[in-house]
């Protein structure tokens, strides 16, 4: 089975960014979590930009893939380009928030992919990124 992980903007500096907000689990950390899960006869590719037009390209140069897991940051609450995007995907979208997005401020509690993607994880620390790639292997082959 072939996974990506796409993270948005600012998460190149997740363990050092707001740790009271994020933690200090880093960015690397997250994506070996999730290849030592997936395991075998899983790959997982995994992309980070702060530019909008990258997580686009990444997610339709890899149409092949069997299901992703997007942390779109603040592109969540910005972006009906991204949204599209992720409409077209083939393969089940999993959004991953690490904080909870609904008890902050106002303009974070709307997210542009909650009618797009197949399930969403929010507000479960980096913890999300490991439930949202279980829900994958359980749910990716049921299109």
Known sequence: MKLLLVNGPNLNTLGTREPAIYGTTTLLEVVRRCRELAGPGHTVAELQSNHEGVLIDFLQEHADADGAIINPGG??????????????????VVEVHISDIGKREPFRHHTYLKDVTAHQVIGKGVAGYEEALRWLLENAGHR
Not at 83 to 91: I, L, N, Q, T
């Open 75 to 92: 592109l969540a609450h910005t972006s009906i380009v991204l949204r599209d995007a992720v409409a077209g995907c083939a393969f089940p």
